[in-house]
C-alpha cells in the first residue's frame, strides 16, 4: 500500500511501479532500448495474431506487432477493472502518477475507458448510468532529493504537461510534497521529514518507510478532494520484487494483502490494475506509441530493495516470464478479507456473472477486523497479536502502545535503534498515524469500563 501500499524506473515516486521495480531500460537511447526489449529473436517475421505487422515482442508465447501489444496490454487493464470492479460509474478515481512508464500506460489506458465511456453514454437513449472521473496525484518528493530546483521544477512542468494532454482540468491534478502528510500545525515540515528519515539507520527502512509515507499522502489527497478509489501503477515486476523482498523481510505473514487487486484496508480502497503487465512490455509500449514519460525525480533503490531488483533483473534475463511465475506463486496464498469489495453498493453495477462472486464475500467472509500495523498497515500474525494484548494489560506510557502497534518487521528495519530514541521517533511521525491507536485504546477502554461490572474476578471464578 502506496498503495499502496509504495522511486523506480518505471514507477517512481507518485505510485507508479514501485519501489521494487526492476526495470533498467530508461537510460538507454530509445533505438537501443527497443531492441532490447524486443524478444523477437527467432519469431516468425509476421504478428502471430493479426498476420500482417512486423514481430517487436513475444508475449504469453507469441510474436505481437506493436499494435497487437497495445490490444494485449489494454485488455488486461480492462479485464483486471471490470472484473473486480475497480471503478463503479458513480466512482471518482484517483491515479497515482510517477512520471514512468508504468503509471504513464496507466493514464491512457485509464483515459481511453474514461473516453469510451463517454461515447457510449452520449449514444445512449436513457443516460441511467454517470461515467466516472479521473484525477491524477503527484507526491514531489524533492525535499530528499539534492537535485537543483530549476530540475525540479522542468520536471514537474513536464508532468503537468503529460497529464494536461489528457486531463484539461486544473481540478484533476493534484502535485504535493512528501511533507504535507504532516499537520497543517506543524512548522517546519520539510525538516521534520528529513529528520524523521534520518533517525533511521537502515537504508532498507528509510525506503520502506518512504512508501509508507507516498501512500498516506495518496491517502490525504483523496479525501481531501472526496475521490472513491486510487489507482496505482504497480505491475508484475514491481510486485515480483516485492513478494522475494517482503519474504527476506519477514512479512510472509501480511504479503497475501499486498498482491492482490483489491485493497480495501485502507481509508480510500487502492486497487492494482497491471498487476498482469511486465514492466518491459510497459516501456516498449512508450517507445511505440511515443508516450512521453518523466522520470528525473526516481529515487534509485538500495537496500534489501535493491538487491532484490537485481535478483529479479538476472531472472528476467534467462526468461522473461520468471517474474509472473513468483507473482503467480504469490496469489496461492490465502488472501485476507479486504482484499474484495463487497457486494454491498456494487451489485447493481457488476454482470450477472459476477454477481455471485460479490454475494458470497458478503456471507461467508467478514469485515475488516484484523488489527493493522502502525506505520506500513500489514495485518498482525498470531504472535504479534498475542504481544500485543500483553503490553495493552501492562503498558505505563503511551509510547509502550505505539511499539507495540507496529509489526515486527517496522521495529527491525524502520524503528530506532535504541529505545531511548523512541519518543523523539513517535512524535515526528504523522499524527494521522498516532491518533489512529490513540482512538483505538480510548474506544477499547471505554468498552471495559461498560462492561466491569459484568467481568468475573479470579477469585469469583474460583468460588
Known sequence: MAAASSSSSCGGGGGGCGANCSSSAADDAPEERLVRLSISTGAAASCGKCGVGAVVVVAGGVGLCGECLRAHLFGKFKLAVTSNAMVRPTDSVLLAFSGGPASRVALQFIHDMRSKAIESWDASNSQALPVFDVGVAFVDESALLTKPRCEVELAIADIKSIVSSLLPSDKAMHITPLEDVFSSESNGREGRLRELVGMINDDTGREDLLQCLRMLSLQKIALENGYAKIMLGSCASAIACHVLSATVKGQGYSLPADVQYVDTRWEVPVV??????????????????????????????????????????????????????????????????????????????????????????????????????????????????????????????????????????????????????????????????????????ASQSSLRDQIEDYLLEDNDDEN
Not at 413 to 425: R, S, V
Open 272 to 441: 492494482l490494475p497491471l498487476r498482469d503487465c511486465l514492466a518491459q512490455e510497459l516501456t516498449l509500449l512508450c517507445e511505440l506509441d511515443s508516450l512521453k514519460t518523466q522520470q528525473l525525480l526516481d529515487r534509485p533503490c538500495s537496500g534489501i530493495n535493491g538487491l532484490v531488483a537485481s535478483f529479479v533483473a538476472r531472472l528476467r534475463e534467462e526468461n522473461p516470464s520468471r517474474e509472473h511465475t513468483v507473482v503467480r506463486t504469490a496469489q496461492k496464498l490465502k488472501p485476507f478479507s479486504f482484499n474484495k469489495f463487497s457486494a454491498n453498493g456494487y451489485h447493481d453495477f457488476l454482470p450477472s456473472r459476477l454477481r455471485p462472486k460479490f454475494q458470497n464475500v458478503d456471507s461467508n467472509e467478514s469485515t475488516l477486523s484484523e488489527v493493522l500495523c502502525l506505520i506500513c498497515r500489514s495485518p498482525f500474525s498470531e504472535s504479534e497479536l498475542q504481544n500485543l494484548e500483553s503490553t495493552k494489560h501492562k503498558a505505563q506510557k503511551k509510547i509502550d502502545l505505539y511499539t507495540a502497534y507496529c509489526c515486527q518487521s517496522c521495529h527491525f528495519q524502520i524503528l530506532p535503534g535504541g529505545a531511548n530514541m523512541y519518543d523523539q521517533f513517535f512524535s515526528l511521525l504523522p499524527k494521522f498515524w498516532t491518533e489512529r491507536v490513540d482512538t483505538a485504546t
